[in-house]
């Protein structure tokens, strides 16, 4: 059974850093497309970094979000099935409940996502 895990989530200082993981299990990372989405209350889920199952770490096979791209990187490890996401340059606005989700057909689409994570919280504030 397919199951995704995240965790790393917490309180962050403005201009501070976090790392998010997402532990995959019942599957695996080399096959799916992964992605992080954010949400935060009364608002869409949104994708804000996407990585493809054949991502050979040249960042040609990674997509962010404007509002992240240049602060935040997406990467995984195949061998352990595991994706993350390294927040830096953390702002007020990222505040947000963040989740891992998989696909097969590379989409910034939540509906198109199979499976996904619980969520983690990240709070950024002095």
């Known amino acids: 059974q397919a199951r995704l895990a995240e965790s790393g989530g917490g309180w962050g200082q403005p201009g501070g850093s976090l790392r998010l993981s997402c532990k995959v299990s019942?599957?695996?990372?080399?096959?799916?497309?992964m992605a992080w989405f954010r949400q935060t209350p009364g608002k869409e889920r949104e994708v804000i970094a996407c990585?493809?199952?054949?991502?050979?770490?040249?960042?040609?096979?990674?997509n962010y979000a404007d509002s992240v791209k240049g602060r935040f990187t997406i990467s995984k490890d195949n061998d352990n099935d595991t994706v993350y996401l390294q927040m830096d340059g953390l702002k007020p606005a990222d505040t947000a409940v963040y989740y891992c989700?998989?696909?097969?057909?590379?989409?910034?689409?939540?509906?198109?996502?199979?499976?996904w994570g619980q969520g983690t919280q990240v709070t950024v504030s002095s």
């Open positions: 990585i493809l199952a054949n991502d050979d770490h040249t960042g040609d096979h990674t």
């Open positions: 019942g599957f695996s990372v080399v096959i799916y497309d």
């Open positions: 989700a998989s696909t097969t057909v590379a989409s910034t689409r939540s509906n198109e996502y199979d499976y």
